[in-house]
């Protein structure tokens, strides 16, 4: 295998790679986490194979058919284009079924928005068809613009700007003096997921909120419009889900409960992740006349858009009316589920999935990761028809109503938890793709695994592996931490997860380590969510010749193959324990700098020198001093964390020791030892979950409260800490702590399958002289 210049760091990084049937050969260019170098070499002959087989034009020809008409949950196409990927999965030899779920799928029935004062206006909320874009004219099948799971509703008021509407938006509006309460809100997409903008907007009691897509980060600013360039037009908006899936994802009926037809479905009012206040999302074209009729003080530079007008914050002296009501029906969910049996650990499920549900179209989301899906299983199953067969066993998923809530994923791991929690290995998720960098998070016990990927892909434009390219790009471009880490160890660090995509059930809800991957950086995506995310913009604007749709089917194809076929489970402890280090670390230093800020603000404040905004409208009010931020006790974390390196370096020793020369694992050892390996995720969690959102279980990795898809690492330590909840926060940290040490437990029980018997403890390996 050619292996390139900057590549070779990261084979003397993977010191921990277990040949376990042969001799240790982590300097061994194609060595494999989990394989002896001869399984190794035959793997790399695998894969090989496997790429030979890859066609883009299958790529290109099941985009256009399965974005052909608008597939919304509960739609007539999304239905057909459930049947055709079934059909798919059949016709190459997959166990398929359609499992179906009933979830709660509210459509709009009005939708008002105008403005009462200085003078009258009517928001079109309309996109409006393109002779470049064969299919935006569908408008009888097409949903049309708005934003799931917000209320009904009849609110005026006065508008107040409010930028991205995230919380500390409201802190400083409050140190201007402006109070939202009783107004109705308007807000630009970015700085956080959408649904926590009339989240955050109801606590601070606005009765209506308004999103639109500023053409700064969303627009004409990034480069030419649609149909011109790839960036959204002046009357392109961005629907979405609002539903609160920090509290919990899946259908907002039956929380942790599988929406069957069986599940009894409670009264509407009981649903906990509805919006409190009604919220639309409109285009930029509706929000000009808006914008210019606010008045009151200039909004602070940062929050200023790229719209020819000045932003003020308001209040008024517009005036808005917000009138919308919603058909509040359930419908069905249609999950599509293919298997392939494993024949030696036929128990053991490597997960793989991406949705088929789209707002609209949805070329780019989801059918651009969904073809590479159905390019890899179909290739997959070529290996399989002509003698190769997996130990593992293979289930590939194409969700229906992510785009809702990752509803389909959630009813199903919901329905099937038991099972899974026995089951499941490893969950690998896609959605979106393009062309650009190889984007990876995830677990990372799964760390050194999928950089070994991403050394074995070459990207399609360099000519290079898709982990030198990446890294290259993290050098010149990261912060000088990610820098030094690029440089020094030759791997990338993973992103960790929080939500936005399939794996959070899988990951937060059960404790299934997890992967999501996705190439993208150099497209033109300004659709998002629109009528314009067409075959025809994809194929001008995001990967035109499928070279990404075929680097994704090469980087998960490898994922697949490798997870169902290594001898042992590809985990490995240094990175996460690593990584561990750095987030006890980060949540000890926000204590400190919490200290300092409010000892700094209470010191200005008896000074008398804090600096306020002055209105000579209304009185000088000073902000309260902040409350004592006490010192914290860390030390049952620290000690955890000490306890976790001790047995990550242990395992680390063994697996070496074990792959040096002693016997193979027999069966019943491998079982045992993959047993003890899947369990190690399973310890980060615990059936109480975090504070006030039960369903997330997950002690390490969160979406946060109020950061909806951005992650929160040890949520439970560091949200308490960010709400200035003292005792809740020394609670979690011992919390932390224990689930920290019954995940080097796991990892002890993992050693002691790996650790030789007393007669070979004076063996020399078969390696040495």
Sequence with gaps: MRVHAAVRPLLSGLCAAVMLNGTAGAEAPASILGFSDERAAAQHTLEAQFDAVLNRDNLRNWMQRLSAQPHHLGSAYGKENAEFIADLFRSWGYETRIETFYVLFPTPRVRVLEMVAPEPFTAALVEPALPEDATSGQTDTQLPIYNCYSVDGDVTGELVYVNYGVPKDYEELERRGIDVRGKIVLARYGGSWRGIKPKVAAEKGAVGCI??????????????????????????????????????????????????????????????????????????????????????????????????????????????????????????????????????????????????????????????????????????????????????????????????????????????????????????????????????????????????????????????????????????????????????????????????????????????????????????????????????????????????????????????????????????FGRFTATIERYVKEVSKLADDMRDESEEKNRRLDEGTFTAYFDPTKPYVLPKPDDAVPHLNFAPLENALGVLQKSARAHEKAALARGAGSKPLAPAERAALDQALMGCERALTRPEGLPGRPWYVHHVYAPGQYTGYGVKTLPGVREALELRRWREAEAQVVIAAQLLEAYAARIDAATTILEPAPAELTRKPASAP
Excluded: C
């Design 211 to 572: 999103i639109y897509s500023d053409p700064r980060g969303d627009g004409y600013f990034e480069g030419d419009v649609y149909p011109k360039g790839g960036w959204r037009s002046e009357r392109s908006a961005q629907r979405g889900s609002v539903a609160d899936m920090p509290i919990y994802s899946g259908d907002p009926l039956t929380p942790g409960v599988g929406a069957t037809k069986k599940t009894a479905k409670p009264d509407l009012r009981r649903a906990q992740t509805l919006t409190k206040i009604p919220v639309l999302p409109i285009a930029y074209s509706d929000a000009v006349p808006l914008l210019r009729a606010i008045g009151g003080p200039m909004a602070p530079e940062a929050w200023r858009g790229s719209l020819p007008l000045p932003y003020r914050l308001g209040p008024g002296p517009a005036r808005v009316h917000l009138r919308l009501e919603f058909d509040w029906k359930v419908v069905p969910a249609n999950d599509v589920i293919a298997t392939l049996r494993g024949t030696e650990l036929p128990d053991e499920w490597i997960l793989r999935g991406n949705h088929h549900d789209a707002w609209v179209n949805g070329a780019t989301d989801p059918v651009s990761g969904l073809v590479a899906l159905l390019e890899e299983a179909r290739a997959v199953a070529g290996l399989a028809r002509n003698g190769w067969k997996p130990a593992r066993t293979i289930v590939y998923a194409a969700w229906d109503g992510e785009e809702e809530g990752l509803l389909g994923s959630t009813e199903w791991v919901e329905t099937h938890a038991a099972e899974l929690r026995r089951k499941a290995v490893v969950y690998i998720n896609t959605d979106s793709n393009s062309r650009g960098l190889l984007e990876m998070a995830g677990s990372h016990t799964l760390e050194t695994f999928i950089n070994q990927v991403a050394r074995d892909v070459v990207d399609p434009e360099k000519n290079v592996s898709v982990l030198e390219r990446a890294r290259a790009a993290l050098i010149l471009q990261g912060t000088e931490e990610e820098r030094k880490a690029a440089r020094e160890t030759g791997m990338l660090r993973i992103g960790a997860l929080g939500s936005g995509s399939d794996y959070t059930p899988f990951l937060q809800h059960l404790g299934i380590a997890a992967l999501s991957l996705g190439y993208g950086g150099e497209d033109e995506y300004g659709q998002y969510h629109s009528i314009y995310d067409s075959f025809d913009h994809y194929r001008r604007f995001m990967d035109p010749n499928f070279d990404y749709g075929l680097a994704m089917a090469r980087t998960t194809g490898r994922v697949v193959l490798r997870l169902a076929s290594a001898t042992v489970l590809p985990f490995e």
